[in-house]
């Protein structure tokens, strides 16, 4: 059921730009027709557009390099600026699989990852906490992952992500980790969908601006 759910959101998000004209409308209590209308944030290497509905829904899309992500949901005017609430979406995780013991090399935790589609699995990384307190964040081959292990080592904590879409796992625990060759599966569930909550996108001189991805976004309304 998750794989049909994606493949019908991925559907309805590409390409990204046709998002705003394709997304369905609910009713809700109009806003100033002066603030809502279509906005243009597009830059060098990234396109987006955010439209703001007359019936207080908002659309959202982006596309920047090879990542692309949309979101949908409500927005209210606020002092200062415009508040955004995504719809519901079921994010993606990640599940151990199981756990086996003496398959792999004695001095190191393998990591095997299965489920990640399209996606290369170089795009994902493991964080790995020791007992002494020390993190790694560490980068996935085609092969999966080994991480050394000095000997005596009682347990790791071991939390996946993907940088790309700012997406991170819970962390598993691993007691005695020497040897072992673990299992995990990503799902993708609702990827690309960028969940807001509560968020405020601060209004300057008839613009708004976003922060994402480390740049600042300045969507400019679409004059007809």
Known sequence: ????????????????????????????????????GVYDGSQMEMAATLELGEDGRYRYALSYGALDEFSAGTWTRQEGGVVLDSDPSTP???????????????????LR????GNLPPQLF???????????????????????????????LSIGFALPMYEVRGEPVTVPDPAGKVLYF??????????AFHEALLFESDGLFLLERFGREIVFRKVVD
């Open 1 to 36: 059921m998750h794989s049909e759910r994606n493949r019908t959101i991925l559907k309805f998000a590409a390409p990204l730009l046709t998002l705003l004209s394709s997304a369905p409308a609910l009713a809700q209590e109009a806003e100033p027709a002066s603030v809502a």
């Open 92 to 110: 993606p995780r990640f599940e151990l699989l199981g756990t086996e013991r003496g398959s792999g090399a004695a001095d190191v935790l393998t």
């Open 113 to 116: 990852l299965e489920g990640t």
């Open 125 to 155: 990384s493991a964080i790995v906490e020791r007992g002494d307190g020390t993190t790694s964040e560490l980068d996935f081959s085609e092969q999966g992952l080994e991480i050394p292990v000095a000997k005596g080592t009682s347990g």
């Open 185 to 194: 599966a990503f799902h993708a569930n609702d990827l690309g969908f960028k």
